[in-house]
C-alpha cells in the first residue's frame, strides 16, 4: 500500500492543478469543482494499480471528466424525482488569437466568461488546448474521442470563442 501511495503521489499529484482547473471550467467554479476533483483523486487512486500507462495527465483528466459527467446524471436522476478556420489561420501567421488577446488586455472577466459561455464539449477542448496545453493526442485520450472529433470541436469552440469575444454572433 505505501508503495502504491508513494507512486500515485509521484506520478498523479502533480497533476492536480490540471484537474481541478478542468473541473473548475466543467462546472463553472464553485464547491462543485472540488467535489468533483475529490472523487476523481479517490477513483484514481482505487484503480491506480491497474494503471499501465505512460500519460497519466490524459488518464486522470479523464476520469475528471467522468467524475463531472457522472454528477451531471446524478443531478438529472435528483431532478426527475417528484421531489474555426479564421482562428487557425491567426495563429499560423502569428497573429494574436482573441483569446491571446484578452489575456493580454488583462481582461481575464471577460475571456472566463466567454470560455464559460461555451458549450460543454467545446469548452472542454479548449481548456485542455489552451490552457492546459495539452496535445490533439492526449486531448483524445482525455476525452475518449477521436482525434479529428477534437481538432473540429476544437476548431469550433475556438470559432465561438472568438465570436463571443468580439462580440459577433456565433449562430447558437
Same mark, same amino acid.
Given at each position: 500500500? /505505501?508503495?502504491? &501511495?508513494?507512486?500515485?503521489?509521484?506520478?498523479?499529484?502533480?497533476?492536480?492543478?490540471?484537474?481541478?482547473?478542468? $473541473?473548475?471550467?466543467?462546472?463553472?467554479? =464553485?464547491?462543485?469543482? !472540488? /467535489?468533483?476533483?475529490?472523487?476523481?483523486?479517490?477513483? $484514481?487512486?482505487?484503480?491506480?494499480? @491497474?494503471? &499501465?500507462? #505512460?500519460?497519466?495527465?490524459?488518464?486522470?483528466?479523464? +476520469?475528471?471528466?467522468?467524475?463531472?459527467?457522472? $454528477? *451531471?446524471?446524478?443531478?438529472?436522476?435528483? $431532478?426527475?424525482?417528484?421531489? !474555426? !478556420?479564421?482562428? /487557425?489561420?491567426?495563429?499560423?501567421?502569428? !497573429?494574436?488569437?482573441?483569446?491571446?488577446?484578452? +489575456?493580454? &488586455? @488583462? /481582461?481575464?472577466?471577460?475571456?472566463?466568461?466567454? +470560455?464559460?459561455?461555451?458549450?460543454? #464539449?467545446? &469548452? #472542454?477542448?479548449?481548456? *485542455?488546448?489552451?490552457?492546459?496545453?495539452?496535445?490533439?493526442?492526449?486531448?483524445?485520450?482525455?476525452?475518449?474521442?477521436? +482525434? @479529428?472529433?477534437?481538432?473540429?470541436?476544437?476548431?469550433? =469552440?475556438?470559432?465561438? *470563442?472568438?465570436?463571443?469575444?468580439?462580440? @459577433?454572433?456565433?449562430?447558437?
Amino acid at each position: 500500500m /505505501d508503495e502504491k &501511495r508513494r507512486r500515485f503521489e509521484a506520478l498523479a499529484m502533480p497533476h492536480l492543478d490540471a484537474a481541478y482547473n478542468l $473541473a473548475r471550467w466543467l462546472t463553472r467554479g =464553485g464547491a462543485e469543482a !472540488d /467535489d468533483i476533483v475529490q472523487e476523481a483523486m479517490l477513483r $484514481a487512486f482505487r484503480s491506480f494499480d @491497474g494503471f &499501465r500507462g #505512460e500519460a497519466v495527465r490524459p488518464w486522470l483528466l479523464a +476520469i475528471v471528466r467522468n467524475c463531472h459527467r457522472s $454528477a *451531471l446524471e446524478q443531478k438529472k436522476r435528483h $431532478a426527475a424525482a417528484p421531489l !474555426d !478556420d479564421q482562428n /487557425d489561420d491567426a495563429v499560423a501567421s502569428g !497573429d494574436p488569437t482573441p483569446e491571446a488577446s484578452a +489575456i493580454e &488586455r @488583462g /481582461d481575464s472577466r471577460t475571456l472566463d466568461k466567454a +470560455i464559460a459561455a461555451l458549450p460543454e #464539449e467545446f &469548452r #472542454e477542448v479548449v481548456i *485542455l488546448r489552451e490552457l492546459e496545453e495539452m496535445s490533439y493526442r492526449d486531448i483524445a485520450a482525455a476525452t475518449g474521442t477521436p +482525434i @479529428g472529433t477534437v481538432m473540429s470541436r476544437l476548431a469550433r =469552440g475556438r470559432a465561438l *470563442l472568438k465570436a463571443e469575444l468580439t462580440g @459577433g454572433s456565433h449562430g447558437m
